[in-house]
């Protein structure tokens, strides 16, 4: 009892740190739905990114040499995700664990299910992308020795505490004692889970497979396979420990150039008038083209023009 009320009050320190959720609505395809509102998903689907060859070798190589879990790569990447998106500096997704990790004798020899969700509680900073990783690998194992706190009474103020939840599947494979050889099956399915967000990973035939469950409701189908993309993208930055956290970008060379060529707009203009008779001449070519929008609120040309006689006459 002593241990569980120790745990719970860890939590409750590091939830007492968090001023800001992640807002993710530039995504949705409604902005007003609230996530933490959302409890239970309409529509399931689920799109998938398979990690293999060049990324996933560098992942392992990253992970042996640092002594950093794959599960723990792969949620730094989605974390940064959320950071990026979500225009917070602290990002919290739920995670499970085994809870096999507690202080209960032989729990490792018993039979049941242990599996907890708690939140995982990253904050970003401008330290290199080594030092964050081992921080969050900290945060992991902290969360798994600290695994027997239930969830609810750490939400016990009426607001989720996280909109998305990040399941590393690891199941050993059981080794034949005998010559019998044994042959393991996986079997699909889609799982319909209560969080509009959820990643599930896990590592197979020398890949990864990452597959992220979304509501069809709430997300779009190109929103999510964007998403996937830019996860590929960062975990190839990440694997460069000699990039710099601050430096860590969603756009890819194509997409910055095209950003670049976007904004090229420079253009001669007459240099024997004023702005006004210029928008004057716009006005005559396309009076009934939308020069203004606020809010409810859209001027053409014409309209605009007539209203800005109007202030000067009355200046």
Not at 68 to 95: F, M, P, R
Not at 305 to 315: D, E, P, S, T
Request: glycine share 2%.
């Amino acid at each position: 009892l002593q241990q569980y009320s120790l745990n719970e009050e860890y939590f409750k320190q590091l939830l007492s740190d968090v001023d800001s959720y992640a807002d993710l609505s530039s995504l949705q395809l409604n902005s007003k739905i609230r996530l933490e509102e959302v409890k239970q998903v309409t529509e399931a689907k689920e799109e998938s990114l398979i990690i293999s060859n060049d990324l996933y070798n560098d992942l392992m190589t990253l992970s042996h040499e640092h002594a950093i879990s794959v599960n723990c790569i792969l949620q730094y990447a989605w974390h940064k995700l959320l950071n990026i998106y979500g225009n917070t500096t602290t990002t919290i997704v739920g995670t499970t664990i085994s809870g096999r990790n507690i202080p209960i004798n032989d729990i490792e020899h018993s039979v049941g299910l242990y599996i907890n969700t708690l939140p995982l509680i990253t904050k970003h900073s401008n330290l290199p992308i080594l030092e964050q990783l081992l921080n969050l690998q900290t945060s992991i194992n902290e969360i798994n020795e600290r695994s027997n706190v239930n969830l609810a009474k750490l939400q016990n103020t009426g607001r989720r505490l996280f909109d998305s939840l990040f399941v590393y599947e690891n199941y050993p494979t059981p080794k034949s004692q005998d010559k019998q050889e044994f042959t393991i099956k996986f079997l699909e399915g889609i799982e319909k889970l209560d969080y509009p967000l959820a990643v599930v990973a896990y590592d197979r035939d020398n890949q990864i497979i990452f597959t992220l469950k979304y509501d069809a409701t709430i997300f779009s189908k190109e929103t999510i396979q964007k998403l996937l993309s830019k996860i590929r993208l960062l975990l190839e930055q990440i694997v460069q420990m000699n990039q710099d956290s601050t430096k860590i970008s969603l756009l890819s060379q194509e997409e910055y150039q095209q950003l670049i060529n976007y904004n090229q707009t420079t253009k001669a203009y007459p240099q024997d008038k004023t702005i006004h008779e210029l928008f004057e001449e716009q006005v005559v070519k396309t009076p009934n083209n939308i020069a203004v929008v606020y809010e409810e609120t859209k001027l053409t040309y014409l309209e605009l023009n007539h209203k800005a006689n109007q202030l000067a006459h009355y200046l």
